[in-house]
């Protein structure tokens, strides 16, 4: 901490806070984000429900008291998860369609980048896979997400679909709003079928099909 400033003391996260003299407590020794990344391959390699107290101090390196002091319990640990996993997808998802001058550039960039490497394609989805898991109140906030990560792809892809039907090289049978819904669904069914272990290939073949389909 450089100067004086009392705006820079605010910042510094504790462990815990003892109400008597807080002054007393010590600051976090761990970077906040690479821990929710770590818990984040963790439920998604795990699911929610199989991600133990153990499995999650063990794979953080933090102990239970740490952990759960920086981010609550589990199920608070979890949802932060979901909403950085599901920050960093989305602003992936935008990077892939910022790329090529016309509709047609873009949507090849993103039909050859999309799909996850090896890596992640072992880990899956983990909105997709939570949305499969939990069908209860720990379900609430995975809905959120997801819709949240159905609409914004939606959008993102309908403003490609419509410059690309102004352009002529995307079809005029349907609309933009209508291939962009379709071409999200694609998504989330690529999402399901990665989850139950398809090859890259298989993948690639489905998406390959829906964009051959809308293209003129």
Same mark, same amino acid.
């Given at each position: ?19 008597? !003299?807080?002054?007393?407590? =010590?600051?976090?020794?761990?970077? @906040? !984000? ?13 699911? @929610? ?12 390196? &933090?102990?239970?008291?740490? &952990? ?39 949507? =090849? ?8 490497? =090896? ?14 898991? %939990?069908?209860?109140?720990?379900? #609430? ?6 819709? %949240? ?25 349907? #609309? #933009? ?17 990665? =989850? ?6 298989? &993948? ?8 051959? &389909?809308?293209?003129?």
């Amino acid at each position: 901490m450089q100067g004086n400033n009392p705006k820079q003391i605010l910042i510094i996260d504790y462990t815990f806070h003892n109400s008597y !003299d807080v002054a007393m407590s =010590r600051p976090r020794e761990f970077d @906040y !984000d690479t821990v929710l990344h770590t818990a984040i391959d963790i439920f998604r390699e795990y699911g @929610y429900n199989a991600s133990s107290y153990d499995i999650l101090t063990k794979g953080t390196k &933090l102990n239970k008291q740490s &952990l759960y002091g920086a981010f609550g319990d589990k199920k608070a640990l979890f949802n932060k998860s979901l909403s950085l996993y599901n920050a960093d997808f989305l602003e992936r998802f935008q990077q892939l369609l910022s790329h090529g001058t016309t509709a047609l550039e873009t949507l =090849r960039y993103w039909q050859l980048h999309f799909l996850p490497s =090896r890596r992640e394609h072992n880990y899956g989805c983990l909105i997709v896979n939570s949305a499969l898991e %939990l069908q209860n109140s720990e379900s #609430s906030n995975v809905k959120i997400e997801f819709n %949240l990560m159905c609409q914004q792809m939606k959008e993102m892809l309908e403003a490609v679909i419509a410059k690309g039907q102004q352009e002529g090289s995307v079809t005029l049978k349907l #609309s #933009s709003d209508q291939i962009s819904a379709h071409l999200v669904n694609t998504i989330i069914g690529l999402r399901v079928m990665v =989850r139950s272990g398809a090859p890259n290939e298989q &993948l690639q073949s489905q998406l390959d099909t829906a964009i051959e &389909l809308l293209l003129i």
